[in-house]
């Protein structure tokens, strides 16, 4: 299955007929049916339309058709219907009487405006190539048309996702492969220096011996130093995640909301491991897992 982003765009274009109605059994027209969707990402599915007048009340079936296939995204449906150039339309008597009486009103309040012509009546009816007509037909096809091609713009955007994170996957792992060996490295160092320290204290020649009670005192100093600065239980649990976030990277699907919840716990760990530092090249892969987890952060923020 694969991974979607909730960014795209579909914009596509159709020669539309409508069919006849049993109220207007003769009329018909053509026209220029467009159709773009847009979408961002956002929590929760959002959808809102921007429909010409006489389309709006296919509201209810475009939502549907949007809702069956998406979950998650702010995505915007634009719907223009302009009549064909030259397209003539035979105006119905309903039209005509209606353009009657709006051009009587309004010559009551203008006396002095002209009257309609019948270029302008023909103008009218064809600029009107709704109407009483039927557009579901094409319409409802082009709506499909235009989701499928959205799909694929976030397919698409979703597979560029899903290989950057997986990159950052394992850049991940290799900073935590070099964190590893670090901290008995660090112990070491840390129970020398107690040792010669105390061999400092006891003011001892190079010829004498640190007494056993003093080597004692060291290593329990090491040890404790070692607790304080373990890492390996922070180490396991990024590893671990990382492990569940290519998972579902590579089964896909609805994923985006798990993948937020994992990379805050990828966030929680590379903080802990900044706060063990107690090297300043620990305290660099800390801060260079912080920045990967950051930009995986935003990426993941587009995912479906």
């Known amino acids: 299955m694969s991974v979607y982003s909730m960014t795209g765009y579909a914009s596509v274009q159709s020669l539309a007929s409508a069919t006849a109605t049993a109220t207007e059994p003769t009329k018909s027209a053509t026209a220029q049916l467009g159709l773009e969707i847009r979408s961002v990402n956002s929590r929760f599915l959002d959808v809102s339309f921007r429909l010409p007048e006489d389309l709006r009340h296919w509201e209810p079936q475009l939502r549907e058709i949007l809702a069956a296939r998406l979950?998650?995204?702010?995505?915007?449906?634009?719907?223009?219907?302009?009549a064909q150039?030259?397209?003539?339309?035979?105006?119905?008597?309903?039209l005509l009487q209606r353009?009657?009486?709006?051009?009587?009103?309004?010559?009551?309040?203008?006396?002095?405006?002209?009257?309609?012509?019948?270029?302008d009546v023909l103008r009218l009816a064809s600029s009107d190539p709704s109407g009483?007509?039927?557009?579901?037909?094409?319409?409802?096809?082009?709506?499909?048309?235009?989701?499928e091609a959205l799909l694929g713009a976030r397919e698409?955007?979703?597979?560029?996702?899903?290989?950057?994170?997986?990159?950052?996957?394992a850049q991940l792992r290799l900073l935590a492969a070099q964190a590893v060996p670090l901290v008995p490295q660090l112990v070491a160092q840390q129970r020398?220096?107690?040792?010669?320290?105390?061999?400092?204290?006891?003011?001892?020649?190079?010829?004498?011996?640190?007494?056993?009670?003093?080597?004692?005192?060291?290593?329990?100093?090491?040890?404790?130093?070692?607790?304080?600065i373990d890492v390996a239980e922070e180490i396991t649990r990024l590893n671990?995640?990382?492990?569940?976030?290519?998972?579902?990277?590579?089964?896909?699907?609805?994923i985006g909301k798990r993948?937020?919840?994992?990379?805050?716990?990828?966030?929680?760990?590379?903080?802990?491991?900044?706060?063990?530092?107690?090297?300043?090249?620990?305290?660099?892969?800390?801060v260079d897992m912080k920045v990967l987890i950051e930009q995986m952060r935003e990426q993941v923020q587009n995912i479906e």
């Open 71 to 82: 979950k998650r995204g702010k995505v915007e449906m634009r719907v223009s219907l302009e």
């Open 85 to 94: 150039s030259g397209n003539i339309s035979d105006p119905s008597s309903r």
């Open 99 to 119: 353009l009657n009486n709006l051009q009587d009103n309004i010559k009551v309040w203008l006396p002095q405006a002209g009257g309609l012509t019948v270029a």
């Open 132 to 147: 009483a007509r039927d557009w579901s037909e094409s319409l409802l096809p082009l709506a499909r048309s235009a989701l």
């Open 156 to 169: 698409r955007e979703g597979g560029r996702l899903a290989a950057m994170l997986l990159d950052h996957i």
């Open 192 to 228: 020398q220096r107690f040792m010669e320290r105390w061999a400092e204290a006891m003011a001892l020649g190079e010829s004498s011996a640190i007494p056993e009670s003093a080597q004692d005192r060291a290593l329990t100093e090491a040890t404790a130093f070692a607790i304080r």
């Open 240 to 254: 671990s995640h990382l492990d569940e976030l290519e998972r579902l990277i590579k089964k896909g699907g609805e």
């Open 259 to 286: 993948l937020d919840f994992l990379i805050q716990e990828l966030h929680r760990e590379a903080n802990t491991l900044g706060s063990k530092s107690a090297a300043l090249a620990l305290t660099h892969i800390s």
